[in-house]
């Protein structure tokens, strides 16, 4: 069965720095996503991607918050100055039309990210 | 802020015996998913219900949608220690917004 793929499985990087997580999804979707999850809370939404432009933002996404998808497979979510609030599991998800038109969207296993 | 309520938060029962789970919200959605995941893994799909007072079965679990789309339930039917999990709900709102609210989720302990 067709899956969304993270890498990498776990990201340490010093605060401050630059950090890209990628994903690829399943090959026919259109609409992307990514959610985070602190450890012990709520997965929470960041941002959703279609067409090549952000479609939806939370409040999280500021401007330290970057999405791409440089070719026709990957999808990658960049900080660009890391702190270390910014620790936690960060999931990639990919729908085919969106939840407008009720499809669901599917997770990758996700990418931990610890900031020292 | 849209809130999406998960209860119970907490769950340990024994092998056979029944259980549910709800989801509840102020708000109407336009879809909803039901999801389980496991320690240091993503949200595994297991449903999506779309129309009011929609019911449907995956094997022993039956999910179920409200009339009015603000409320869902999950029925496992003589668990088993392999449901042991996570079991989240995710909401996408009526109003055209492509983003899931999730529920805290309710962690399920079957014991053999």
Avoid at chain 2, 15 to 32: A, D, I, K, P, R
Wanted: glycine share 8%; with cysteine; hydrophobic share 30%.
């Amino acid at each position: 069965e067709p899956e969304v793929t993270q890498t990498p499985s776990h990201q340490v990087t010093q605060m401050g720095q630059e950090v890209i997580l990628r994903c690829v999804p399943i090959s026919n979707h259109l609409y992307f996503y990514w959610y985070r999850q602190i450890l012990g809370q709520k997965v929470e939404f960041l941002v959703s991607f279609y067409n090549n432009e952000i479609s939806e933002k939370s409040e999280i996404f500021d401007d330290q918050f970057s999405v791409e998808r440089p070719d026709g497979s990957n999808f990658t979510l960049k900080i660009r100055s890391t702190k270390l609030e910014d620790s936690a599991m960060y999931f990639c998800a990919s729908s085919g039309w969106g939840a407008r038109r009720n499809q669901p969207q599917h997770f990758g296993d996700g990418t931990r990210l610890s900031i020292l | 802020t849209q809130l999406l309520e998960q209860s119970p938060q907490f769950l340990s029962i024994q092998e056979g015996e029944n259980l549910t789970v709800y989801c509840n919200s102020s708000s109407v959605f336009s879809s909803l998913q039901w999801y389980r995941q496991e320690p240091g893994e993503g949200p595994v799909l297991l449903v999506t219900v779309v129309t009011g007072g929609e019911v449907k079965k995956l094997k022993r679990l039956t999910f179920q949608f409200g009339d009015a789309r603000k409320d869902s339930s999950l029925h496992i039917t003589a668990a088993q220690p392999g449901d042991t999990g996570l079991y989240l709900c995710a909401g996408a709102y009526q109003g055209g917004s492509e983003k899931l609210v999730f529920g805290k989720g309710t962690k399920l302990t079957v014991n053999p």
